[in-house]
């Protein structure tokens, strides 16, 4: 992982003739006040959006070591899954969350959280039939993530992405599998390629962590140090609340990750984004140099909460700045 300037990165000539004439950033409703559904976009089936071209040299770029070649087989080897069972069981919602979260955590997850489907975590063009959804997530090895941007003389980064990304396709289709035996709909999504759901923002509510100034998630044990999938389902769940433990706070002190991005791509301010006001990265600054150095991930291996052990000092140093009550008669 190596630190530098903004302006030591051009994309090649191969990359810029790939790039479309529309902005990433249109597309994404930057600077829009209206809440809407997001457009299909990056990693969704190339012909279904204009960075298709761009989206080829991305995949070819994370697949140029063998290492990461063999990470990402696993990412995309699907079980078979099995037909929902006739009889439905029956539990208290409460007893079924437990029972699905020792089940996920048997099963390669690290983390879990379930909350109800809301319209905006849909993609344009899909549709989503059960009313909740489960997201897990998986911890990197931080050692190993740490050493992207990978090169085709050091794969070791991207390959920890990818084996990330092959525990979160086993781990969500067992879930799945299991939800199905009890008699219940259950329908995996693993993380590496778009699918019908965003699983940030579904993350957020289902109380996995804060919005990052770097656009990922901060979670309050593994920082952003993990990947996530999902399952949706119609098994009667406890739903969690959203988790904010002064990391969104915390971000807006801090730019380690936008100095560290090569292209500048994380913006410093908040932005209006299909109605809502959060943290951006410029999807037109990030997108060349993500797909040439194979999906790059600086900026999730440079945050402070992501380096094993810092996350739980943060957390102290921050619970100590929560302002303290006025005494009484002051
Ligand atoms: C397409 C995509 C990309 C694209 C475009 C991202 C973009 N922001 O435009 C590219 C290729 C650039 C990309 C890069 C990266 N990605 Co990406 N990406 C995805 C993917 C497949 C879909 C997201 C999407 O469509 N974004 C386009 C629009 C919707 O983006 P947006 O409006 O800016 O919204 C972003 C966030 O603000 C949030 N969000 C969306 N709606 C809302 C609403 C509210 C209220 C809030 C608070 C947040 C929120 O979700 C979006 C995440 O990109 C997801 C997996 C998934 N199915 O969700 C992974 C995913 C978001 N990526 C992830 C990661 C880690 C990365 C990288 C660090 C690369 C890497 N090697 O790991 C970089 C980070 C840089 C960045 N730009 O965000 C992880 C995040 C995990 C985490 N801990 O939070 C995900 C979830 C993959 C996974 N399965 O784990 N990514
Ligand atoms: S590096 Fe700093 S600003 Fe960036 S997401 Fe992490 S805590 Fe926030
Ligand atoms: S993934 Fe994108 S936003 Fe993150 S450091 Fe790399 S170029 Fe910057």
């Not at 979260?101 to 983390?111: G, I, N, P, R, V």
């Not at 219940?184 to 289902?206: E, K």
Request: with cysteine; charged share 20%.
């Amino acid at each position: 992982m190596t630190r530098r300037s903004p302006s030591s990165y051009t994309p090649s000539a191969e990359l810029i003739s790939a790039l479309p004439d529309v902005s990433g950033n249109l597309i994404n409703g930057l600077g829009e006040r209206e809440q809407r559904r997001a457009s299909p976009m990056f990693w969704h089936p190339p012909d279904q959006h204009p960075f298709g071209a761009v989206q080829e040299i991305a995949s070819a770029s994370c697949r140029a070591t063998q290492v990461a070649r063999d990470a990402f087989a696993g990412a995309y080897e699907y079980p078979a899954l099995i037909p929902v069972a006739k009889r439905k069981g029956r539990q208290s919602d409460k007893t079924w969350t437990e029972a699905a979260t020792e089940f996920a955590f048997a099963h390669e997850a690290d983390l879990f959280g379930a909350t109800s489907i809301k319209d905006h975590y849909i993609v344009d063009g899909y549709d989503v039939a059960e009313p909740n959804v489960i997201l897990l997530g998986m911890a990197h090895d931080w050692e190993r993530l740490r050493q992207v941007p990978s090169t085709p003389d050091n794969g070791v980064g991207v390959a920890e992405i990818g084996r990330q990304y092959a525990r979160g396709t086993r781990a969500s289709y067992a879930l799945a599998n299991w939800i199905r035996a009890q008699g219940f709909a259950a329908q995996p999504y693993p993380g590496p390629r778009a699918d019908a759901l965003l699983l940030v923002p579904a993350a957020i509510d289902a109380g996995l962590g804060e919005l990052g100034k770097h656009g990922s998630i901060i979670n309050r044990t593994y920082g952003s140090n993990f990947r996530l999938a999902a399952v949706t389902t119609d098994m009667p769940l406890d739903l969690y609340c959203a988790d904010s433990f002064g990391a969104d706070l915390f971000c807006a002190n801090c730019q380690v990750c936008s100095d560290a991005c090569p292209p500048d791509a994380i913006m410093s301010a908040k932005q209006w984004v299909r109605g809502v006001e959060r943290w951006y990265v410029d999807f037109d600054k990030c997108i060349p140099y993500f797909a040439e150095n194979a999906s790059c991930g600086v900026c999730i291996a440079v945050c402070p909460w992501s380096r094993p052990g810092v996350a739980d000092r943060l957390l102290v140093k921050l619970a100590r700045r929560e302002p303290k009550p006025r005494p009484s008669g002051a």
